[in-house]
T-cell receptor
Framework: DAKTTQPTSMDCAEGRAANLPCNHSTISGNEYVYWYRQIHSQGPQYIIH???NNETNEMASLIITEDRKSSTLILPHATLRDTAVYYC???????????FGRGTSLIVHP | SAVISQKPSRDICQRGTSLTIQCQVD?????MFWYRQQPGQSLTLIATANQGSEATYESGFVIDKFPISRPNLTFSTLTVSNMSPEDSSIYLC????????????FGSGTQLSVL
């Protein structure tokens, strides 16, 4: 997998947008960027993925820079239930099987 | 998305015994995987469960310690054999789904404690 770098932890006020950055400067042209999250004591949950274009779904938006060296996951209106570890992953070799790093621990506070 | 049921959800076991974890999916899936998450750590892929053939193990994991069965496209088991306290972890079953099998979905996990 392409190496990804994320901040260890972040915090966000409830109701505000949470912007989680990810650096993947070694990503190759055919490697997608995936985001998963893991709420405490639960299995990881798929959030979103993209290749070049920005993507949006009911959970979040994914903004990928034009050079694809970095991306940002945006939770537009964070709630307390969004407190979790967020993983940014770029599986390599056409594989969709992610290798999980340490991720970003996001704490949403009242 | 697939509904993935894992049993048991948690167990406390004695050293030297074995535990079999079951994973049931509500639809047929091509690819199933088993992950381990040690306390305070991220997830590590143990193996790919292949239907009708032997599982494909990642580096550091062997069949004798973690035998896996995959009798059909909706069910798999992972056995943790001859357990030691170092095997205390969360074990997670996962499947690939989506239009091109591009999304990974997880069960709720099995919390294993070995005394």
């Amino acid at each position: 997998d392409a190496k990804t770098t994320q901040p260890t932890s972040m915090d966000c006020a409830e109701g505000r947008a949470a912007n989680l950055p990810c650096n993947h400067s070694t990503i190759s042209g055919n490697e997608y960027v995936y985001w998963y999250r893991q709420i405490h004591s639960q299995g990881p949950q798929y959030i979103i993925h993209g290749l070049k274009n920005n993507e949006t779904n009911e959970m979040a938006s994914l903004i990928i820079t034009e050079d694809r060296k970095s991306s940002t996951l945006i939770l537009p209106h964070a709630t307390l239930r969004d407190t979790a570890v967020y993983y940014c992953i770029a599986p390599s070799g056409g594989s969709y099987i992610p290798t999980f790093g340490r991720g970003t621990s996001l704490i949403v506070h009242p | 998305s697939a509904v993935i049921s894992q049993k048991p959800s948690r167990d406390i076991c004695q050293r030297g015994t074995s535990l079999t974890i079951q994973c049931q999916v509500d639809s047929q899936v091509t690819m199933m995987f088993w992950y381990r998450q040690q306390p305070g750590q991220s997830l590590t892929l143990i193996a790919t469960a292949n239907q009708g053939s032997e599982a494909t193990y990642e580096s550091g994991f062997v069949i004798d310690k973690f035998p896996i069965s995959r009798p059909n496209l909706t069910f798999s088991t992972l056995t943790v054999s001859n357990m030691s306290p170092e095997d205390s972890s969360i074990y997670l079953c996962s499947v690939l789904q989506g239009l091109t099998n591009e999304k990974l979905f997880f069960g709720s996990g099995t919390q294993l404690s070995v005394l």
